[in-house]
């Protein structure tokens, strides 16, 4: 694998993380009123970043993305939980994929990812929490 693809690997990812984030930080923020869940989903996101950015971002393809199309699955959610479930997910795995990607380049970053990765898992717990007193 050359350098441009291990690059274009690390932006598709930090996109997908970023966003995932947004997703759930927003839900929180506007739809359970959740301010301290909110502020750390934003200090998170806010922390999903690289050093040479300019650098990932010139390695950026969408047009030759084989992938670009939804499928189903990414089309359908039942209600708000699939929604956030579905975003935990995607900032989990992605922020495991940056995690290992980083290591090429520095491990200071490695780690940044797998704190983020961790803390999402941790955030995850107050969504359990918040349904769960909602029935």
Known sequence: MNNNQTLRLIDANL??????IRVIEDIFRY???DKNTALKLKSLRHLCRVENYLEVLASR????DVLRESIKSEQNRDDLNSILIANFKRAQESSRVLEELTKLTSIK????????????????IVLTNITSNSK
């Not at 996109?15 to 995932?20: F, I, M, Q, W």
């Not at 393809?61 to 030759?64: G, L």
């Open 15 to 20: 996109n997908r993380l970023k966003e995932g």
């Open 31 to 33: 739809s359970f009123n």
């Open 61 to 64: 393809d969408v047009k030759n």
């Open 109 to 124: 970053t490695s780690e940044n990812f797998k704190y983020i990765r961790y803390e999402l898992y941790n955030l995850e």
